[in-house]
């Protein structure tokens, strides 16, 4: 197992956030967190990217307990891409990109082999030729956000952890996200955790997935065994319709309210068929 | 990145050593540019009999024994000061932040007046004392500063101003009551507080001198790790970047150059703040280049400051402190104008 976790808990102001949650990833699997506000799954990832502190279990990646890796070693294989995306600062796209390769340069900002090549092809990949020479603060949350996934490519990680990467993002630019990031996973046999909010994009993207209500693990398995109606409503609170995929195969979720009147709406539109072709 | 650094860092210099010539011939006698040439050239041992000695003993002395003392001074604190203003911006993130703004030039007086007032000068450590103390005192402040500012484990902009506008005024408040129970000369300390970089010797010069040097090697070796405090401390801290560390090492150094600067010129405000902005309007916001190029164009703006300082009304003498805070607080307004608007538009 590449990270293993093992009755993780943590509280904070005796709140409990976290409880005895335990399970494991192997190598090149894409683990989605999924669950409600307030479930845990941004605490719990803190504790994984070792930004927070354990307070009781432990977590072992790649045979090693987590605190025992110091920020530049972990930094070495572990990448996070957050839910903001960076801000809006005087730095061009490229110079950001360059960053990534922090934790392998020396206190002069050398590295032993030359990384010109591997940040072209990180340009090309996320099409930012175009913008290489632009400044951050002239960039669209999106374009921002493609600047940050460049940049965790360049850190050239075994390990990605996202963390609601496509909250504040288009449709568009959701899709271009998660596939670069797929991509990526099956070229390099990357292991990718991700915290997502949109249930059928986790569907699509991920090979398992984890459901956390109320900071415990109430399931985990593959797509189909999670995005059912009755978990969803028994965690979410709202009873959707689950479909197949008409291409995938993959669940997907249809969300319906209750003060809308499925009756009145048929009629409405029966209605306004009529007004068009009149 | 290093060409740019070169051609800005030629630049700044040669503009440095043009400022340093135009200053030493101005004052209260004015003295040809070409013998303040011939003066300094002449101390070279090599060019020694080159050089015709054309020029009266006294200019001699009133450049190498008034005038370059002082230009020296100035370019020392300017270049500590702005240095330590780049620090405090970079590591808070916060683009207001200075020595004075933070508190800590006052926290550095409050200790180097009473040792002055009192006349513990050279107690225990002799000619270094006074930085010591005043370091010890301008740390204090600034953690009372951060603690008052500190909501939640996050600093926001204006509180931190906020809190060192408090502590300022309290501390400002303990130096006027050591300056009323003194029995020293009250004109001569007043002078000092309000900023003055006159008759001060060749020795105040060489007691800077390490100060800047140590701080100067620690803060450029941090110029990458300032660079990915921009994106965010988690966003750095995710790159392999020490956070706490990084936040103690830099806010130490700058307080310690700070400090330095400030027992021996007293509290000269805005340098740290108005230095830095000008470098990333000229260069952009890379420490990498901000941290070099603010040391060499910080000792341009407060020599050129106490320039006015002491000829505009010569030979009455304007407190240095008081030329910087006219230029620097319409400069400050404007920062705080234009982040405003940034912070509204978001």
Known sequence: MFIEVEGLSISFDNQPVLEEVSFSVKRGEC???????????????????????????????????IEKYT??????????????????????????????RFPFQNWLGEEATEMDQLIHSILDKMELNVLSDRYLE???????????????????????????????????????????????????????????????LAALYCDRLLLLHNGQVV???????????ELIEAVYGTAPIVMEHPVYGLPQIILQGESIDSQELSTKKKKDKVGISQ | ??????????????????????????????????????IILHQLPFLDGVIDTNWATSS??????????????????????????????????????????????????VGAAFLILFGYHTILFGIWTIPLVAFVTGLISLLVVLRLANVQGKYKLETIILSGVVVSAFL?????????????????????????????????????????????????????????????????????????????????????ITAAAVSIVGTIGF????????????????????????????????????????TLLSPTEIPLGVVTAVLGAPFFAYLLRRNKQMSGGN
């Not at chain 1, 399931?219 to 109606?229: H, L, Q």
């Open chain 1, 138 to 200: 002239n960039l669209s949350g999106g374009e921002r956000q493609r600047v940050a996934l460049g940049k965790t490519m360049a850190q050239q990680p075994k390990l990605l952890m996202l963390d609601e990467p496509t909250t504040y993002l288009d449709i568009g630019h959701q899709i271009l996200l998660m596939d670069r990031i797929r991509e990526w996973q099956q070229e390099d046999e990357l292991t990718v955790i991700s915290v997502l909010h949109d249930l059928n």
């Open chain 1, 31 to 65: 683990l989605g967190i999924i669950g409600p506000n307030g479930s845990g799954k941004s605490t719990l990832l803190k504790l994984l990217s070792g930004v927070e502190r354990l307070t009781s279990g432990w977590i072992e990646i790649n045979g090693k307990r």
């Open chain 1, 71 to 100: 920020r530049k070693e972990l930094a070495k294989w572990l990448a996070v891409l957050q839910q903001e995306s960076l801000p809006p600062i005087g730095f061009t796209v490229r110079e950001v990109i360059e960053m990534g």
């Open chain 2, 271 to 310: 340098v740290g703040l108005v230095v830095p902005h000008l470098v990333r309007l000229m260069v952009g916001p890379d420490y990498r280049l901000l941290l070099p190029l603010t040391v060499i164009f910080g000792a341009i703006y407060v020599l050129w400051a106490d320039t006015i300082a002491r």
């Open chain 1, 219 to 229: 399931a985990v398995g593959s797509p189909a065994d999670i995005i059912r109606p």
């Open chain 2, 172 to 256: 400002g408040a303990i130096v006027s009551f050591m300056v009323s129970m003194s029995d020293q000369v009250v004109n001569e300390i007043v002078f000092w507080l309000m900023g003055s970089l006159a008759l001060r010797g060749w020795s105040f010069t060489f007691v800077l001198m390490p100060y800047l040097a140590i701080g100067l090697v620690i803060l450029l070796s941090y110029g990458r790790t300032l660079n990915l405090f921009a994106l965010g401390e988690r966003q750095a801290a995710h790159l392999g970047v020490n956070i706490k560390r990084t936040r103690l090492v830099v806010l130490i150094v700058s307080t310690l």
């Open chain 2, 60 to 109: 001699e002395q009133i450049i190498l024994k008034v005038r370059l003392p002082r230009v020296f001074l100035a370019i020392l604190v300017g270049a500590c000061l702005s240095l330590a203003g780049a620090g405090f911006q970079g590591v808070l993130r916060n683009p207001l932040a200075d020595p004075y703004t933070l508190g800590v030039a006052s926290g550095s007086a």
């Open chain 2, 1 to 38: 990145m290093k060409r740019r650094l070169a051609l800005w860092g030629g630049a700044g210099f040669v503009l440095l050593l043009l400022s340093v010539i135009i200053s030493l011939s101005l004052g209260s006698a004015n003295l040809p540019i070409s013998h303040v040439w011939g």
